[in-house]
């Protein structure tokens, strides 16, 4: 028996019929064609939520129009274009855990200042795995599911999930006390989706045949469901985190200002440690050091 939520099942279904729309108009010239990443990548005059949640449909958009090819026409040409576009994602990936490591450290501090609390035990959750077992076993019912709706995907496989049952459960709820573990699991759902991804020299040419295809395609798409549904959490919570006023400006302040603040900070803490005669930064200013770059590079 596998638990999974409605959610999690209609964004699942719905990437299933935009995969096949996709796969029914393939033709090389429109799957050639690449959009230019790094002016989203570099976008600094925008707020962290609103660059997180272009992304994420970057991501979206990247990783369902680079699966949805036609293995019937795969030819060099094709698999060169491929492998283009798995840099491409790899990169947004890369941006995307940027920005959640920046949510779960620096911001966090910023939301503590305008006294909003994050327990602490939901804060920076890398060092232990935070998909628990029912999450796994629910991107595997996922994977199932994708196979069985994608024409792209090889249907004799099914039989080896014929075992799995689904149990869906009700509405979840998602309060601010949530947050830290939300951005947790989404942070360990994209190392795993980055890990699927090969590096293009890297990319083996018996993942383009069967059945390492279908395994392939159904797992990646099952982890791009599982981190769209762990994001619509996220937005639930920020929008109640809007309603306090405070929390509401460090929300929408902007990338470029935000980094200025800090940066005014760390001229004044190094002007301190100068007039005090200590050669070296402390550990207080290393940390501010961190913050700044993590947060001038989002």
Known sequence: MVVISPGH???GYRLAKEMNRLAKNFSYSNYSKMENIDRILLKRDISVERKKEILLKTLHASLTKALSVNKGKLNR???ESLKVRLAIIRKVIDKLRGINYYLETTFFQDLGTAGVKIPAENQRMRHKQTLARDELEALEYMAYRLIEKVVVLDKRLLEGYAGKEKKIVAKEKTEIKDLGLVLA????ALEHL???LPPPRLL???LMKEPWFTHWVARVLALLSYIEHQYSKETRIFSKLKTNKSAKARIGKKIVQLARERSRLLDIME???ASMGKPKLDDEIKKELRSLTTTITL
Do not use: C, G
Not at 185 to 188: L, M, P, T
């Open 204 to 206: 083996p040419a018996a």
């Open 185 to 188: 699991k989404e942070s360990e």
């Open 194 to 196: 980055e890990a699927k």
């Open 77 to 79: 040409r094709t698999l």
């Open 9 to 11: 099942l209609s964004i």
């Open 271 to 273: 002007d301190k440690a």
